[in-house]
């Protein structure tokens, strides 16, 4: 069964600064897609960053970006000049490619943005 | 464009209560999702829908949830009678649906309904 890992369950930065979260996934499957959700305290998850593992070339949204380790099984997320509205719980997920819709989700972290 | 729709957004029930908590998806998406979460938890499925048809119900806990999906859209899930540890957030989500290409689909998620049982 798949599965994905937060191993950090709480993170904290200076605005302004960079952090970088951690996720590891474990699948037998070469096909798939990955992703960073972000959950505010409104709890309305928000997709912040998707990658598909069959492209090398690491996903990119203007603050937010992945480090993808397809051979280590990780895919990390970035933020570069943390900004204040960043502080939220962020989930990492996994999902089958193919024909099947299930994703799967990391138990998150949560990220505090100090003034 | 309209997100998807839940309701009730809080509600507080005794336990042994029956609750039912309801989900409009985006117009267009014929997969709908029933997230469980938990507090400090990710959020696990209960249930997925492709149109009408329930294709993944593995993780619903079938003795007390039951779901529905008339007609592809609009989906209900309930609880009876509900227990203290039922307390939690129920999400609702949708995405395109199950094809060849599905695996890039995004789910888009609903503001969940928070259940807390007494």
């Known amino acids: 069964a798949q599965t994905v890992t937060q191993s950090q369950p709480e993170m904290s930065v200076q605005e302004a600064e960079t952090v970088t979260l951690s996720c590891t996934y474990d699948?037998?499957?070469?096909?798939?897609?990955l992703f960073w959700y972000k959950q505010p305290p409104s709890r309305q998850m928000i997709l912040v960053i998707r990658?598909?593992?069959?492209?090398?070339q690491n996903a990119t949204e203007n603050r937010f970006s992945v480090n993808f380790q397809k051979a280590a099984k990780s895919f990390s997320l970035k933020i570069s000049d943390s900004q204040l509205g960043d502080a939220a719980m962020y989930f990492c997920?996994?999902?089958?490619?193919?024909?099947?819709?299930?994703?799967?989700f990391g138990t998150g972290t949560l990220l505090a943005v100090q003034p | 464009e309209a997100g998807v729709v839940q309701s009730p957004r809080y509600k507080i029930i005794e336990k042994k209560q029956p609750v039912a908590f309801w989900c409009n998806p985006i117009?267009?998406?014929?997969?709908l999702y029933w997230y469980l979460q938990n507090l400090g938890q990710g959020p696990e499925l209960l249930i997925r829908?492709?149109?009408?048809?329930?294709?993944?119900d593995s993780q619903l806990p079938k003795d007390r949830f039951s779901a529905e999906r008339l007609k592809g859209v609009d989906s209900t899930l309930k609880i009876q009678p509900a227990e203290l540890g039922d307390s939690a957030v129920y999400l609702c989500?949708?995405?395109?649906?199950?094809?060849?290409?599905?695996?890039?689909?995004?789910?888009?998620f609903g503001a969940g309904s928070r259940l807390t049982v007494l």
């Open positions: 989500a949708s995405s395109l649906g199950q094809g060849q290409s599905s695996g890039a689909n995004v789910l888009t």
């Open positions: 699948t037998s499957e070469s096909d798939y897609y």
């Open positions: 990658q598909e593992a069959y492209k090398q």
């Open positions: 997920a996994f999902k089958y490619g193919g024909a099947t819709n299930k994703l799967i």
């Open positions: 117009s267009g998406h014929n997969t």
């Open positions: 829908y492709e149109n009408e048809e329930a294709v993944d």
